[in-house]
């Protein structure tokens, strides 16, 4: 490539208004599992913004619906379990995920990659631990209270959940990849909430199953989490060619703490974009700048576009990151 690719997390939908038009009236889980409307919004920033990559619309409860668990994604809430998971009888209610529970993602990915030509388009898929979270809180949590006190007091069921999460999640990039997706995504959105004894004793080895296991599909995979500072070497090591930086991080620093071994994706903070243009470009010019000192950079946020951006300013970062990033 001849310039710094960029892509955005959540850059499908949240804050373009083709996109609010399209979904009115309609569920975001009936959106996701409806390979029409996924392929459409999909497309969507990608037109509008000449990113270098799409990202499939999904979310990371998808897969929990598809093996029947009862849950929906509530507008200015997000996944709510309609009965959390909080003992060993509960497990039975988690079945593994197989390529039938989910052949819409099968068929969309089909879709989209003939629509993108060369595009890229990159999968994803949530990693045990926050999906753990999810299942344990019911929905999401400021403090994680009761998935630590489970993680600690039953570490044996824990274990077992995050088991069968990573095979749910390890089986849903699997379908993605095999349907044509060229780079697959494991978001950890919750694992800044661990200290590092907690993640490398309890969700690292989880996290690492899901990585290695689509280890043979021979597609770039990233890891990323939120506020994971100083897990950033941990979840490097467990099996990833690019490490996610979230914007409370340098990538300068990110390169240090990793090593110097990975390829590096981000990290504009996401609240910049709504600053005088100055001042973001001057920001954007940094970023791409630090990340010239790393094996491979991915300019994107630090965390997914805010609904209320202007969808001017994300093209008009695009452009600069191009024209910055040209080699």
Same mark, same amino acid.
């Given at each position: 490539?001849?310039?710094?690719?960029? !892509?955005?997390?959540?850059?499908?939908?949240?804050?373009?208004?083709?996109? /609010? %038009?399209?979904?009115?009236?309609?569920?975001?889980?009936?959106?996701?599992?409806?390979?029409?409307? &996924?392929? $459409?919004?999909?497309?969507?920033? &990608?037109?509008?913004?000449?990113?270098?990559?799409?990202?499939?619309?999904?979310?990371?409860?998808?897969?929990?619906?598809?093996?029947?668990? +009862?849950?929906?994604?509530?507008?200015?809430?997000?996944?709510?379990? #309609?009965?959390?998971?909080?003992?060993?009888?509960?497990?039975?209610?988690?079945? $593994?995920?197989?390529?039938?529970?989910?052949?819409?993602?099968?068929?969309?990915?089909?879709?989209?990659?003939?629509?993108?030509?060369?595009?890229?388009?990159?999968?994803? =898929?949530?990693?045990?631990?926050?999906?753990?979270?999810?299942?344990? @809180?019911?929905?999401?949590?400021?403090?994680?209270?009761?998935?630590?006190?489970?993680?600690?007091?039953?570490?044996?069921? !824990?274990? +077992?959940?995050? =088991? /069968?999460? %990573?095979?749910?999640?390890?089986?849903?990039?699997?379908?993605? %990849?095999?349907?044509?997706?060229?780079?697959?995504?494991?978001? +950890?959105?919750? =694992?800044?909430?661990?200290?590092?004894?907690?993640?490398?004793?309890?969700?690292?080895?989880?996290?690492? #199953?899901?990585?290695?296991?689509?280890?043979?599909?021979?597609?770039?995979?990233?890891?990323?989490?939120?506020?994971?500072?100083?897990?950033?070497?941990?979840?490097? +090591?467990?099996?990833?060619?690019?490490?996610?930086?979230?914007?409370?991080?340098?990538?300068?620093?990110?390169?240090?703490?990793?090593?110097?071994?990975?390829?590096?994706?981000?990290?504009?903070?996401?609240?910049?974009?709504?600053?005088? !243009? @100055?001042?973001?470009?001057? /920001?954007?010019?940094?970023?791409? %700048? $630090?990340?010239?000192? =790393?094996?491979?950079?991915?300019?994107?946020?630090?965390?997914?576009?805010?609904?209320?951006?202007?969808?001017? &300013?994300?093209?008009?970062?695009? @452009?600069?990151?191009? $024209?910055?990033?040209? /080699?």
């Amino acid at each position: 490539m001849t310039h710094t690719p960029v !892509w955005f997390m959540r850059q499908a939908g949240r804050s373009l208004p083709e996109y /609010r %038009a399209l979904r009115e009236g309609i569920a975001m889980l009936q959106s996701c599992r409806t390979p029409e409307l &996924v392929t $459409e919004i999909t497309l969507q920033p &990608v037109r509008r913004h000449q990113v270098d990559a799409a990202i499939l619309f999904s979310d990371i409860v998808v897969p929990l619906m598809a093996v029947g668990l +009862d849950l929906d994604i509530v507008p200015g809430i997000g996944p709510v379990i #309609a009965a959390p998971i909080r003992e060993r009888a509960d497990l039975d209610r988690l079945p $593994e995920l197989t390529r039938e529970h989910i052949p819409d993602i099968t068929e969309s990915v089909r879709l989209l990659v003939a629509e993108l030509g060369p595009t890229p388009l990159i999968g994803f =898929a949530g990693a045990p631990f926050t999906l753990a979270s999810y299942l344990i @809180e019911g929905g999401p949590s400021k403090n994680h209270e009761r998935t630590k006190a489970l993680m600690h007091g039953d570490p044996e069921l !824990w274990h +077992d959940l995050c =088991a /069968r999460l %990573a095979q749910i999640s390890g089986t849903f990039l699997r379908v993605q %990849a095999e349907a044509g997706a060229s780079a697959l995504q494991l978001f +950890d959105s919750w =694992a800044g909430h661990l200290s590092r004894a907690d993640y490398l004793r309890y969700v690292e080895p989880h996290s690492r #199953a899901v990585l290695s296991g689509i280890a043979d599909l021979h597609v770039p995979r990233i890891h990323f989490g939120v506020g994971t500072g100083e897990l950033l070497a941990p979840m490097a +090591d467990a099996g990833a060619e690019v490490i996610g930086v979230d914007y409370r991080v340098s990538l300068t620093d990110a390169v240090t703490r990793t090593g110097g071994r990975y390829a590096v994706q981000g990290n504009l903070d996401p609240a910049l974009l709504f600053a005088p !243009w @100055e001042a973001l470009e001057r /920001r954007v010019r940094e970023i791409v %700048a $630090e990340g010239r000192a =790393a094996p491979g950079h991915i300019f994107n946020l630090g965390h997914g576009v805010l609904p209320a951006t202007d969808p001017q &300013v994300l093209s008009r970062v695009v @452009e600069l990151v191009h $024209e910055a990033g040209a /080699r």
